[in-house]
């Protein structure tokens, strides 16, 4: 089971990229678990993901979150901001499995 999370500014806007991922997961016959938070959830939330993707909006918090990945052991990277203006889930999803290793 691999547990992806994404953040964004209030967890709304990543909401439809979270449902596009969970299709090419399904279609991909990867178990996973993903859901979306808004930034404020973000530093509890990922006690229980694998990684986490922040919005490009959140940019600027990378350094920030980092710091509190690396002490929870994940891995952390800023979503594509094409890929996420495409609601690119496919994409999306590929980049979380290669920060998660597989």
């Known amino acids: 089971m691999k547990r992806i999370l994404l953040a964004c500014s209030s967890g709304m ?7 596009k991922m969970k299709e090419v997961a399904a279609a991909k016959g990867i178990e ?6 808004a930034q404020d959830k ?6 229980k993901a694998d990684v986490l993707l922040i919005g490009p909006q959140m ?10 990945a690396d002490q929870a052991g994940i891995s952390l990277d800023v979503i594509d901001p094409i890929a996420y203006g ?4 496919e994409a999306v ?10």
């Open 13 to 19: 806007s990543t909401s439809l990229l979270v449902t």
């Open 32 to 37: 996973t678990e993903i859901w979306a938070v």
């Open 42 to 47: 973000a530093l509890e939330d990922m006690k």
């Open 59 to 68: 940019r600027f918090l990378k350094k920030k979150l980092a710091k509190a």
């Open 86 to 89: 495409r609601i690119d889930g």
């Open 93 to 102: 999803l590929d980049k979380a499995l290669e920060l998660i290793g597989d």
